[in-house]
């Protein structure tokens, strides 16, 4: 079955600075791969999402790029703000199948 | 659209209990899917339904537990004999189909004393 790997567990930035998350896939079929911002005590919100017939997709200050052939999904985010500290999970799907989710990454914006 | 309602958010159990969650989905949604997660830990995957038909049940989904949607619009979600191992955010989704985004609600957090 799928396996989703998410990297650093932890990043910490200067406000107005970038951040970027890194995630890696292993089933070949996958073809949706969203990311959400879960904030404490909340459920996940979908940020974003980027589908395998495009190579990237931004959305104001959040852009998510993929790479099909090394089978790997990047999260871009950029002006960072206080507001952006949440954790960030990355996950893959199959069509029709089920979401299978990386570990998270906790960022930090730090004023 | 309110998005997806989960109840209650918060329950507090003596091991041995059976306890029962519910899960609204957003109006129209065929697919709703039940997650676990603990603390530090990314969701994963319990159960899905399409309309009232389970599609597919994880092994983490043990026999003490089980999941209904029998008209095809909420969900419920129990655990029977419960153990300090059951203790978890449980989270539910759902979607338009099977191929569209999936929204969650806020989650039940399970506390198994």
């Known amino acids: 079955g799928e396996n989703v790997e998410q990297h650093p567990s932890t990043l910490s930035v200067q406000e107005g600075d970038s951040a970027v998350i890194k995630c890696t896939y292993s089933?070949?079929?996958?073809?949706?791969f969203p990311w959400y911002k879960q904030e404490l005590g909340k459920g996940p919100q979908l940020i974003i999402d980027i589908r395998s017939n495009v190579g990237e997709k931004k959305d104001q200050r959040i852009a998510v790029t993929l790479n099909k052939t090394a089978k790997h999904f990047s999260l871009h985010i950029t002006e960072t703000q206080p507001e952006d500290s949440a954790v960030y999970f990355c996950?893959?799907?199959?069509?029709?199948?089920?979401?299978?989710f990386g570990q998270g990454t906790r960022l930090t914006i730090n004023p | 659209d309110t998005g997806v309602s989960q109840d209650p958010r918060h329950k507090i159990t003596k091991r041995g209990q059976n306890v029962t969650f519910r899960c609204d989905p957003i109006s129209e949604h065929n697919r709703l899917y039940w997650y676990r997660q603990t603390l530090g830990q990314g969701p994963e995957f319990l159960t899905y339904f399409q309309n009232e038909a389970q599609l597919e049940k994880s092994r983490l989904l043990s026999n003490r537990f089980s999941a209904e949607r029998p008209k095809g619009s909420f969900s419920t979600l129990e655990i029977q004999r419960t153990e300090q191992g059951d203790s978890a955010m449980y989270l539910c989704?759902?979607?338009?189909?099977?191929?569209?985004?999936?929204?969650f609600g806020q989650g039940t957090r399970l506390t198994v004393v």
């Open positions: 089933d070949s079929a996958s073809n949706y």
């Open positions: 996950a893959a799907r199959r069509r029709a199948q089920k979401l299978v």
């Open positions: 989704a759902s979607s338009f189909s099977q191929d569209q985004e999936a929204f």
